[in-house]
């Protein structure tokens, strides 16, 4: 499993349906295409959220990019992400 930073933006019409049945619909989106939340978080800035989420590959996460906002409305940029420590072996070796 790849782990996937997905920030994102609400639209005028996504913050008018802020309900913690649509977060509970979302977590289940993220599931049933096989994936994990590792946490959610509403933060302040460019971007409304910020979720940590673990997908089997960048197929799942396009889906559940797409599939979240058909939802919500809300619109996500993915990222995917590693641990500082395993990039450091990566690039270091030669």
Do not use: Q
Request: charge should be negative; charged fraction near 20%; aromatic fraction near 8%.
């Amino acid at each position: 499993m790849t782990t996937f930073l997905m920030f994102g933006k609400y639209s005028s019409e996504a913050v008018k349906e802020i309900h913690p049945e649509r977060t509970r619909k979302a977590i289940k989106i993220i599931e049933a295409l096989g994936g994990k939340v590792n946490g959610m978080y509403a933060i302040l800035g460019d971007y409304d959220l910020a979720l940590i989420v673990e997908a089997p590959n960048i197929d799942a996460i396009v889906k559940i990019s797409v599939d979240l906002h058909m939802l919500t409305g809300i619109h996500f940029s993915s990222f995917p992400a590693m641990p500082v420590d395993s990039f450091d072996t990566l690039i270091s070796k030669k």
